[in-house]
């Protein structure tokens, strides 16, 4: 469960956010002057973020080795087929 805190609050409780983060799992989003600004969590979740972003950016990178010289229109093309393919396999039944 998330909860909210004011930076001058975070700033009080520091210590205990940490702890409560740490030990119980618990999320913090600490906002500025009313709007959301940053957030403190358990590190597996942010050690988990980073490693699906790495994956994420080495998948990009390897669709992209894997069509350099092809043209726009053959990857629109491939690109349309595998939209239908998934939505014919999200289909219930």
């Not at 930076?7 to 989003?29: S, T």
């Amino acid at each position: 469960m998330s909860r909210s805190v004011t930076v001058e609050n975070a700033r009080k409780r520091l210590g205990d956010l940490v702890d409560g983060a740490r030990l119980r799992g618990d999320h913090y989003v600490i906002s500025k002057k009313g709007k959301p600004a940053a957030a403190i969590v358990p590190i597996e979740i942010l050690e988990r973020h980073e490693a699906s972003k790495k994956a994420l950016l080495a998948i990009i990178e390897d669709v992209h080795e894997r069509n350099k010289g092809k043209k726009a229109e053959e990857i629109e093309r491939l690109i349309d087929q595998a939209v239908r393919w998934a939505r014919r396999r999200a289909r219930p039944g």
